[in-house]
């Protein structure tokens, strides 16, 4: 009896054995699997930190302005994340081709040299012109007074080009007494307030910016040529450059544009910006 037991047992524990065997999960497919959602790109825009009312640092030490608002806009609509890189403008091409950052938006002219170069240009966003600012109290009433005076200019820039060999008022130029060329126009401004230069020729909006803050400046009648600002993105970032511009495009449709541009602290450029003219 108990040899008949002992055996009833083992075979128990035998089915037992076999049942717990093939209760094993089967594997999981691939096609089980989520895949990890891809992660957001970062958009690093280049600018000018002290190119107001386009790009600048406000009080708090955060970068705003005209171009870094639309840029912030942009992104949000593509779903990308919003970055922001101050350049050296003289060495701005240089950085971008570092990539350092992924285009250059801060009221940048667009010249001829950079589409030979290979860059891609967005289509332009602002008609600018290139005045003269002086001091209230300055002897100066226009471009002929420039002679023999000394004239600051931000390195780098088109007023820069515009004033030196090649440029479309070198004859201009050679009448200086001397041509100052601050890595800011903030240095181009203080230079001249303190009667370290003459005068400065800057883009009309800063222009405007300054003399709002200093009732010391006034702007020339007349302008020295006009020229029109865009993006510069690398070369073969073509594709880039076409949705950044539909991602604007977008904003001109919604009204996201217009309302940005609304805003008291850029009403100077308002009139300038070719997307709400081209919508009106």
Do not use: H
Not at 63 to 83: H, N, P, S
């Amino acid at each position: 009896m108990k040899k008949l037991i002992c055996i009833a047992l083992a075979l128990l524990m035998i089915c037992s054995l076999a049942a717990c065997g093939g209760s094993k999960p089967a594997p999981s497919s691939a096609s089980d699997v989520t895949p990890a959602a891809p992660a957001a790109r970062t958009f690093t825009m280049g600018i000018d930190a002290e190119y107001p009312p386009f790009s600048y640092m406000d009080d708090s030490g955060a970068y705003t302005g005209f171009d870094v608002e639309i840029c912030k806009a942009a992104c949000e609509k593509l779903g990308w994340t919003f970055a922001v890189f101050g350049v050296n403008w003289d060495n701005k091409l240089v950085q971008l081709d570092a990539k350092e950052c992924d285009c250059i938006w801060s009221g940048m002219t667009i010249l001829p040299s950079m589409t030979e170069a290979g860059y891609v240009i967005s289509k332009p966003y602002f008609d600018n012109t290139q005045v003269i600012v002086v001091k209230t109290d300055s002897t100066i009433a226009g471009p002929a007074d420039l002679a023999d005076k000394v004239v600051a200019v931000q390195n780098g820039t088109s007023a820069f080009k515009m004033v030196s060999e090649g440029g479309d008022q070198e004859a201009l130029g050679k009448t200086f007494a001397s041509l100052t060329t601050p890595e800011s126009y903030n240095t181009c401004f203080a230079e001249l307030d303190g009667g370290a230069v003459d005068a400065v020729i800057v883009d009309q909006p800063v222009a405007l910016d300054q003399i709002k803050k200093n009732a010391n400046l006034k702007i020339l009648d007349g302008d020295l040529g006009s020229e029109q600002y865009g993006i510069a993105f690398r070369s073969g970032d073509a594709e880039l450059c076409a949705k950044i511009e539909e991602a604007v495009a977008g904003l001109v449709k919604d009204g996201t544009y217009a309302r940005i541009a609304s805003k008291d602290e850029y009403k100077d450029i308002t009139n300038n910006l070719i997307f709400l003219s081209d919508a009106k």
